[in-house]
């Protein structure tokens, strides 16, 4: 994991060319990176609430297109749209003899960016847009082998980042940024029971991208 944590940032050793870069035009890139999830589940029923919850971390990985435009000499401002997967997951026993297992999936996010050029082929710039993360549940109830509930669901929120692209030619760039999502409570429920997910994560993500 060490090692995989390691490559979003060998791209910054690249040596650049001499000569002013351009940041503006279409975008696609692929991103891979470290993921922090601060995960938790609620369970309550009739008589009780119990929550159970846990920092994971895991490997992300994904892909972003964008469109950016020059609004100012050395000033970008663009767009920006992407999904990305995650492995990271955590069990918990819950009041002792009930199991509760929740797993990051797939997330679609949307946003903008703006940046201040630095030098001859570096960009600053700061994110932030919208997110729909998708959780699954699984929730082992060992005293009633029925009343086990399993199911998936999406849950929206915000995120926000600082980053750094650094143009390698005119037309192939790699970037490497930190982004943190805010998401809303997700809820599971059955007859019996419910159990809601929460959830937010932090990333470290590394991309290397060409310029149309």
Known sequence: MKSAFLL?????TIATPAVA???QGIRAEGRLGY????????????????????????????????????????????????????????CRQIAGVEQACLEVRRNLYVGIRGGAQIGRSTLIYGKAGYSNGQARVNFDDQQDLIDDLVDSGSRNGWHFGLGVEQNF???FYGKLEF?????SD????????????????????????LRF
Do not use: C, K, M
């Not at 979003?8 to 910054?12: E, G, R």
């Not at 982004?179 to 998401?183: A, D, E, F, L, N």
């Not at 997700?186 to 991208?209: H, I, K, W």
């Open 35 to 90: 993921d922090w999830n601060g995960l938790a589940a609620a369970y309550a029923d009739a008589g009780q609430t119990v929550q159970a919850d846990n920092q994971e971390d895991g490997l992300v990985f994904g892909a972003e297109v964008g469109y950016d435009f020059q609004v100012a000499p050395g000033l970008i401002l663009g767009g920006y749209v992407g999904v990305d997967f995650s492995d990271a997951d955590f």
């Open 8 to 12: 979003p940032f060998a791209f910054l």
């Open 179 to 183: 982004v943190h999502t805010i998401y």
């Open 186 to 209: 997700l809820d599971f429920a059955n007859p019996d029971y419910t159990v809601t997910a929460e959830g937010n994560r932090s990333q470290v993500v590394g991309s290397l991208g």
């Open 21 to 23: 870069q351009d940041f």
């Open 169 to 171: 030619t005119r037309n």
